[in-house]
């Protein structure tokens, strides 16, 4: 079977499920490998069609494979590659961390959107996990996804405060039920303050620790009707733009420039509204990276089709 060997920066977990969600949707088989710990003068087997570099300190042994003379695999950078992009057979980058990419040699693929690694089966096996715990009002289902504090912007308990009440609030006025999950950078005290005041009148509170947490956070995309996000993370509000639901953002801090033409590109496109706390509804055309990335690689690698479970 053909197959897809990811390389993979240690504790870069986001870009490695970025990288998974590619080869998933190219219906390859897939290995992983850490960067630190990969040789750089490995054997890399026949049946390997394609090399992921899934972050920056994945690079430089893509480089060394990618250099090489004879055969061996297609070599994507899923990362910006400023110093000798050339090497790689193709680049993927978001469209907002555009600096200087249309000089670049090898074929560059953009998208809006972050890839997002929650599949069909994700979703239906999440729902099952978390439609017995919700009980829908007739305004719906809202899903708040709660990221955290970055470099750029802290979230402490007074910006946790802020945003518990402005959901409750936004709870009573339209009657719906929240079902609403941390991450890991949420903050323990963040955490429990959210808890308590938001985890009862029938309202879901999952923590990211929770051992079911990834699975109920897959379910929450595929049952909400709509969504309140934290703007802090591109892979939050990616994975949320994949079901073409309405996204209410809420702003941490103001963050990078790279970050505000994201949040500018998702509004012009449709996906996103900043959160006024009003309940508007909309639609739009879902932003699925991760498939538009399989599209242009497919005929590259001489692949037919994807598996239809990973559409």
């Known amino acids: 079977m053909a197959q897809c060997l990811i390389i993979s920066a240690r504790g870069k977990r986001g870009h490695e499920r970025q990288a998974i969600a590619i080869a998933q949707r190219l219906a390859l088989s897939y290995s992983v490998s850490i960067a630190q710990e990969f ?35 297609f070599v994507l950078a899923l990362q910006p590659v400023l110093w000798r992009p050339g090497d790689f057979d193709a680049i993927w980058s978001p469209l907002h ?10 074929p560059r693929i953009e998208t809006l959107t972050a890839p997002s690694a929650v599949t069909a089966a994700d979703r239906a096996s999440g729902a099952a996990l978390l439609a017995p715990r919700l009980r829908r009002r007739p305004g719906g289902v809202v899903g708040v996804i709660v990221g955290g504090a ?12 802020r945003l518990a009440d402005a959901v409750a609030g936004l709870a009573h006025r339209h009657d719906v039920t929240l079902a609403l999950t941390t991450s890991r950078r949420t903050g323990e005290a963040q955490t429990r303050l959210l808890e308590e005041r938001l985890g009862g009148d029938g309202h879901v509170i999952v923590n990211a620790d929770a051992p079911d947490s990834a699975l109920i956070y897959a379910g929450l995309l595929e049952l909400a009707d709509a969504f309140v996000v934290t703007a802090d993370s591109v892979a939050m509000l990616s994975d949320a733009a994949t079901t073409g639901k309405p996204i209410h953002a809420w702003r941490i801090g103001r963050g990078k420039r790279r970050f505000e033409r994201f949040h500018n590109g998702l509004i012009t496109y449709g996906a996103m509204r900043w959160f006024d706390g009003d309940l508007p509804s909309w639609a739009y055309a879902p932003l699925d990276a991760a498939a538009d990335v399989a599209n242009v690689l497919r005929p590259r690698l001489g692949l037919l089709h994807a598996a239809a479970q990973y559409k």
């Open 39 to 73: 040789p750089i003068r490995t054997h890399i087997p026949p049946e390997c069609l394609c090399l992921i570099a899934a972050g920056r300190q994945s690079l430089a042994p893509a480089r060394s494979v990618a250099r090489r003379d004879g055969v061996r695999p």
């Open 97 to 106: 961390d555009r600096r200087w990419f249309d000089r670049l040699l090898p």
């Open 150 to 161: 970055t470099a750029d912007a802290p979230f402490g308990e007074v910006d946790a405060a």
